[in-house]
């Protein structure tokens, strides 16, 4: 009877899942190299949340183990690395935030059937069927319809110059703010396209400036968008500029310093809103890491939190049921308060939530205005 009690034991343990005592997140991230910004800032705000919730519980009485991975901003590295982590059987991946690097890895986590939560923006990502990607932000084709219009209609731009960082980024954002601003009216007089760590903008500045635009619109990477910030402000290109998160983010205005003054455009997410939440979270990432987190930092947060709210939903740790529990999903800050913000999840893991206008004045980002959910 001993040895049965033993085998009945030792086969009940083997039944348990690897994931059924701890939930084994990992997080593919740039941790080093030109995306080291984008990458720290979102390991920063998932490791935050993995705190907090595992100081009140876990989900459903389980603790989240968190792993970081660096891509070193390399879409190479990421592939390699999003390979590694999937033969360790995660509960779910976050990351990577560069597009190029969500772009080479979203087929393989697919092919493994698991939740990706990353954090590109380019429209292309979801654009792509695959089912297992789900964004911690706007995609572009959500924000740049909004830019354009503000461009058109508060600006009353009739020319625009376009300068944007020649990767999956920045082309997706260059096609669609082209399109929603012809599609208003708006002619393009300068296409300008940058590198990834671009040090100097001085000879494209002097072609913004030849083609004499009523507006600037300026989509880099954060180092990028400082240098170029601070190199037309240094020709006295004193047109708007006009851009999405990345332009306003606190990195940028840190690293530009007066040039980024003035800079203005649609914000996803930001410390700085009006929003009780969004503000205290700002307090306690400022509180751990001794310094005020950017969108990334909220996008690793958020990830966390709707991996979080979507299992609980189905009532059970099932990483193959996690996307679909994921799609369609709404989730209230009165049910769960770490999401900040209302967001509803669609069919193709595109986000719907309010987002923000704003301006940088005098070194600090001011949102002017709210935007609501396109479907409230």
């Known amino acids: 009877m001993k040895s049965l009690a033993g085998a009945l034991v030792i086969s009940a343990a083997l039944a348990v899942p690897a994931y ?143 300068l944007w960082v020649n990767n999956d980024f920045g082309k997706g954002g260059r096609d669609m703010v082209s399109k929603e601003l012809q599609a208003r009216g708006v002619k393009i007089v300068a296409d300008l396209s940058t590198e990834a760590g671009q040090a100097d903008f001085a000879a494209d500045v002097v072609k913004v400036k030849n083609a004499n635009p009523d507006a600037v619109f300026v989509y880099l990477n954060e180092e990028e968008s400082a240098r170029a910030l601070k190199e037309l402000r240094r020709q006295n290109v004193n047109v708007p500029l006009v851009g999405e998160t990345t332009l306003l983010g606190q990195k940028v205005i840190e690293l530009a310093g007066e040039a980024a003054n003035g800079a203005r455009g649609h914000v996803g997410l930001t410390v700085d809103a009006p929003i009780p939440a969004l503000q205290e979270y700002g307090k306690k990432f400022q509180a751990k890491y001794n310094y005020i987190p950017d969108h990334n930092g909220i996008k690793g947060y958020l990830g966390v939190y709707m991996i979080k709210a979507a299992t609980e939903k189905m009532g059970k740790l099932d990483p193959k049921g996690l996307p679909d529990a994921l799609h369609g999903l709404t989730i209230k800050t009165s049910a769960e308060p770490g999401i900040l913000l209302d967001l509803t999840i669609d069919k193709n893991g595109d986000l719907d939530r309010e987002s923000f206008m704003g301006e940088v004045v005098n070194g600090k980002q001011v949102i002017k205005t709210v935007l609501p959910k396109l479907n409230p």
């Open 20 to 162: 059924a005592q701890t939930i084994k997140l990992i997080d593919v991230a740039e941790l080093s190299g030109s995306g080291a910004t984008v990458g720290t800032n979102f390991k920063n705000g998932a490791d935050l949340a993995v705190a907090e919730i595992n100081a009140k519980g876990g989900i459903l009485g389980h603790k989240i183990e968190i792993t970081h991975m660096d891509t070193q901003s390399n879409p190479g590295v990421a592939r390699a690395l999003v390979q590694k982590a999937l033969d360790e059987n995660p509960y779910a991946l976050l990351g990577p935030g560069y597009s190029g690097s969500v772009k080479v890895t979203a087929p393989l986590v697919a092919q493994a059937g698991i939740a990706q939560v990353m954090g590109g923006e380019a429209a292309e990502l979801t654009q792509m069927g695959i089912p297992t990607l789900f964004r911690t932000s706007f995609g572009q084709q959500s924000s740049m319809p909004k830019i354009a219009k503000y461009m058109a209609e508060d600006l009353k731009a009739k020319n625009v110059a376009l």
